[in-house]
Structure formats: C-alpha cells, structure tokens
C-alpha cells in the first residue's frame, strides 16, 4: 500500500526551532518530487516547500530562508527543517506525493498535482 | 506569483443538483490545474489534473474543464459523499505551486 506517515509536530516558542519526518512506503521513493503543504485551523491550503527527484528545492517567500526541505532516499524519508517560527506557522503540515504523468517536466516540475498525502501532523508555535 | 481565486466561496446545493465552482487565475497557467476534494479531519484528496484528467478512482460525475485563466469542476449530479471543500492549485512552471483560498459545499 502506497503511505505517507509524517512525525515530528508538537508545541514550540516562537523562534524555536522543529524537525518534521515523513515516512514513505509501498512506492520508489526516490523516483518521485515531494511537496510539503500546510493548513491552519479553520484555514486554506498553503503549499510550503517541493524537493525533486535530483535534490533541488523550492519554497515560497513566506518560508525562504527559514525552512529547509531534504530527502533521504536510503530510508524513504523526507524532512522539513522549521527554524524561527513563528504564529503564523501553526498548523498541520502534510506530506505529499508529485504525481507522475505521461510527460516529465524534469525534477521538481510537478505538473500533475500531488497524489498521494498523509494524515499531517501538527505545530503549534506559542509562548 | 500566481494567484488563484475560486468562487464561490462557499455553496449551497441539495443531493442530486449540479454544481459548478470555479477557478481564476492571475496570468495564464495553461491547462496546469488541479482539483482537490477535502472533508473536515481529513488529508485532502486529488480528484481531477491538467484541468481535466480524473485521477484514478473517482467518480464520473465529476469533470473538469478550462485552459488560460478559467477553469471549472462541476459536479453533475451531487451525493452526500461529496459535501466537502474543493481547492483549486496550479502547477504551472516552476514553484510556488498556490492554492486557491477554497470552496465549501454545504447541504442546502
């Protein structure tokens, strides 16, 4: 069965600093873009951060230079570095899948929209 | 960036009507649109990409359709199963990937 399992969340002050992990199965990790996406409570979809299959990353501006996205294909796992948090960046963070289609855009070109997601997990920033 | 505007914001319809929402986008994206079905306490859920395309799994009754800046999801024939929020998302080009703010369906 094709999963994704994220780990990590919890409660941290503002500044703080977090490590989320998303464990994947059930599929060739390595072959596929992953995309972190987040929600606040009551809110709308955010996508925050994509990582290729040939290790180039991208965010938006409201995270550049704050989080870190990595992959490490050897244990299936993909990795969000938070640092500096702050409020606004309560919410439950997902990991997802870029699907593949019939024509490659090349790496971290996700054309096709994410397919396959986890349940999320939670960060709370607050004093 | 681009940004994405749905409408409505939010709808109300009875089981068996159709229902249309719909999508806009700031400059044109092509057709690399996409479709998402979310139900509270839940991941959400790819039902349609390239605008058009069913993902694999999901229900005829729902389609897609647009190219440029406009794009629609129409539902054609609504089940209870489908009371959700839709959010449109482009990928067109290189990242950020937005999503638009959402759309909730609500029993009328």
């Known amino acids: 069965e094709v999963q994704l399992v994220e780990s990590g969340g919890g409660l941290v002050q503002p500044g703080g600093s977090l490590r989320l992990s998303c464990a994947a199965s059930g599929f060739t990790f390595s072959s596929y873009d992953m995309h972190w996406v987040r929600q606040a409570t009551g809110k709308g979809l955010e996508w925050v951060s994509a990582i290729g299959t040939a290790g180039d990353t991208y965010y938006p501006g409201s995270v550049k230079g704050r989080f870190t996205i990595s992959r490490e294909n050897a244990k299936n796992s993909l990795y969000l570095q938070m640092n500096s948090l702050r409020a606004g960046d309560t919410a439950v963070y997902y990991c997802?899948?870029?699907?593949?289609?019939?024509?490659?855009?090349?790496?971290?070109?996700?054309?096709?929209?994410?397919?396959?997601w986890g349940q999320g997990t939670t960060v709370t920033v607050s004093s | 960036d681009i940004q994405m505007t749905q409408s409505p914001s939010s709808l109300s319809a009875s089981v068996g009507d159709r229902v249309t929402i719909t999508c806009r986008a700031s400059?044109?994206?092509?057709?690399?649109l996409n479709w998402y079905q979310q139900k509270p306490g839940s991941a959400p859920k790819l039902l349609i990409y390239?605008?058009?395309t069913l993902q694999s799994g999901v229900p005829s009754r729902f389609s897609g359709s647009g190219s440029g800046t406009d794009f629609t999801l129409t539902i054609s024939s609504l089940q209870p199963e489908d009371f959700a929020t839709y959010y449109c998302q482009q990928t067109y080009s290189a990242p950020p990937y937005t999503f638009g703010q959402g759309t909730k369906l609500e029993i009328k």
């Open positions: 997802a899948r870029g699907l593949q289609g019939p024509f490659y855009y090349g790496s971290g070109q996700t054309r096709y929209g994410l397919d396959v």
């Open positions: 390239v605008a058009s």
């Open positions: 400059q044109s994206i092509s057709t690399f």
